[in-house]
């Protein structure tokens, strides 16, 4: 495992996703400003920081089958794993748009 994890290609497909997953995270913080406060996060440990709890959104996106967590009171959580591929993340995100969307936030 350690051989693999520390081939510089690897990582640097990795490091690759991990860009692509933040720039999914940012168009739908751009495409739900009143409801996503930022993104948040390191590499592929992300979140999107919300406006309110997260729980909603999270039992949507279960629901759709993507596993998400929640961080704190009000941080949807991403932990994808290291292999993760383009396909998947565009998946991910479109469910997530899908989860916004429905979402309707109390006030």
């Given at each position: 495992v350690w051989d693999i994890i520390?081939?510089?290609?690897?990582?640097?497909?990795?490091?690759r996703v991990s860009g692509t997953v933040a720039?999914?995270?940012?168009?739908?913080?751009?495409s739900h400003p009143d409801k996503v406060e930022s993104v948040t996060g390191k590499g592929l440990?992300?979140?999107l920081k919300l406006k309110a709890?997260?729980?909603?959104?999270?039992n949507t996106c279960r629901e759709k089958n993507l596993l998400v967590g929640?961080?704190?009171a009000?941080?949807?959580?991403l932990a994808p794993p290291l292999i993760i591929s383009d396909?998947?993340?565009r998946?991910?995100?479109?469910?997530?748009d899908q989860a916004l969307s429905e979402w309707e936030m109390e006030s």
């Amino acid at each position: 495992v350690w051989d693999i994890i520390s081939d510089e290609a690897f990582l640097a497909e990795v490091r690759r996703v991990s860009g692509t997953v933040a720039q999914g995270l940012k168009s739908l913080a751009d495409s739900h400003p009143d409801k996503v406060e930022s993104v948040t996060g390191k590499g592929l440990l992300t979140g999107l920081k919300l406006k309110a709890a997260p729980k909603p959104v999270q039992n949507t996106c279960r629901e759709k089958n993507l596993l998400v967590g929640v961080a704190g009171a009000n941080v949807l959580r991403l932990a994808p794993p290291l292999i993760i591929s383009d396909e998947d993340v565009r998946e991910a995100v479109g469910v997530i748009d899908q989860a916004l969307s429905e979402w309707e936030m109390e006030s």
